[in-house]
């Protein structure tokens, strides 16, 4: 029986290189001339500072730029309130989102019961979703339609099987 997998996952070094990159251009860029701003990857989220809110938009958007570039997904950043920091400098943290959520997985798998397809169940297995089904073209629907639906988060289809 055919089968395939819903999993959200960030590729953590693809972000490490957007990070680097995007530090390298803060230091030389020069409108971040004496802002001292930096981006530090944490463990799950990205933390960066600046001299000034609007830098720290700035330098947000540069980062943006980076990770589009690499190929990693918006969806996956969850933007915190930029917060005052010490002598007058702005910070922001920014989570990094992997992992089906119980949420987001219930969600999924009502939108595939919603569509409706005969044959087709899908079930929770930790921080994915397996999709199983009695033919090829049924999976490969609801993965269209998975991909045209918007759940808030990046979603890969893995590990399909014949």
Wanted: with cysteine; charged share 30%; net charge positive.
């Amino acid at each position: 029986m055919p089968s395939f997998d819903i999993v959200s996952e960030v590729d953590m070094q693809e972000v490490r290189n957007a990070v680097d990159q995007a530090n390298r251009e803060a230091a030389t860029r020069f409108d971040f001339k004496n802002t001292d701003s930096t981006i530090e990857l944490g463990d799950g989220a990205l933390i960066l500072r600046s001299s000034t809110p609007d830098r720290l938009r700035a330098l947000h958007q540069v980062l943006e730029e980076k990770l589009v570039r690499r190929g990693v997904s918006l969806k996956a950043l969850e933007d915190e309130r930029i917060e005052e920091a010490s002598k007058g400098s702005a910070r922001q943290r920014v989570r990094i989102r992997a992992g089906l959520s119980a949420d987001h997985a219930r969600q999924i798998n009502k939108f595939i019961k919603g569509l409706g397809l005969k044959g087709v169940s899908s079930q929770t297995q930790g921080a994915q979703i397996r999709v199983t089904g009695k033919k090829r073209d049924d999976l490969q629907a609801v993965i269209a339609s998975c991909k045209q639906e918007d759940f808030g988060i990046p979603l890969q289809f893995e590990n399909f099987r014949d």
